[in-house]
């Protein structure tokens, strides 16, 4: 069964204060690794998709990369805005296209 | 433009009841899909329909019932209400193949009294 654990659960950071979440999975032959963003009321809105180790992808602040172990989503100057629910997702090779998702890490970025 | 749509966006009733929640998306897409969320914020999956066929059917109790009268629309109707069945029901769409980002609406909030 696929796993993906993601940490820390809460981050808080200061406007301007770079910083790094984790996202560890443990699947069976791994297709993709989805980060999404999640704010109050709403649903998970797609940031990212990256499908091989090594993989780095980037938008505005945010920047994902992979290893075949887990995935890095690293905040670089992170403004007030940036501040949400970012979820991990991953879709592996049981030929299903559900998507298996992490818990995910609540971000508070304070000016 | 709204891509994925869910109504209602809450839903207040007594257990036992019946209700069905809708869900329409306008961006062409062949796959639909169910999650639910709960209370410790796992999103989990519950169906899936590509092109109005099932293709993902979660250990889901059959209360549970999604119906797909076209590929833009895709149901779920609950019977029975249960106070477990709490939680936040997430409707998404994405294009078929594998890895295609899926995406989602607002969800429905589903509360039993």
């Known amino acids: 069964e696929d796993q993906v654990t993601q940490s820390p659960e809460a981050l808080r950071l200061q406007e301007g204060e770079s910083s790094s979440l984790n996202c560890s999975y443990t699947?069976?032959?791994?297709?993709?690794l989805f980060w999404y963003r999640q704010d109050p009321g709403k649903g998970p809105e797609f940031l990212f998709t990256?499908?091989?180790a090594g993989e780095e992808k980037e938008k505005e602040r945010l920047k994902a990369t992979l290893t075949k172990k887990e995935s890095f989503l690293h905040i670089t100057a992170p403004k007030p805005e940036d501040s949400a629910t970012y979820l991990c997702?991953?879709?592996?090779?049981?030929?299903?296209?559900?998507?298996?998702f992490g818990s995910g890490t609540r971000l508070q970025v304070q000016p | 433009d709204t891509a994925v749509s869910q109504t209602p966006k809450y839903l207040v009733t007594q257990m036992g009841n019946d209700k069905s929640i809708k869900c329409e998306q306008n961006?062409?897409?062949?796959?639909m899909y169910w999650y639910k969320q709960d209370s410790k914020k796992f999103l989990k999956i519950m169906f899936s329909?590509?092109?109005?066929?099932?293709?993902i059917n979660e250990t889901v109790p059959n209360r549970f019932s999604p119906k797909s009268p076209d590929k833009a629309h895709l149901n779920l109707h609950i019977n029975s209400l249960e106070l477990g069945d709490s939680a936040v029901y997430f409707c998404?769409?994405?294009?078929?193949?594998?890895?295609?980002?899926?995406?989602f609406g607002d969800g429905t909030r589903l509360s039993i009294l």
């Open positions: 961006l062409g897409h062949d796959t």
């Open positions: 990256l499908y091989s």
């Open positions: 329909y590509n092109n109005k066929e099932l293709i």
């Open positions: 699947v069976s032959g791994l297709r993709g």
């Open positions: 997702a991953v879709h592996s090779d049981t030929g299903r296209r559900a998507l298996t």
């Open positions: 998404a769409s994405s294009q078929a193949g594998v890895n295609q980002p899926q995406h």
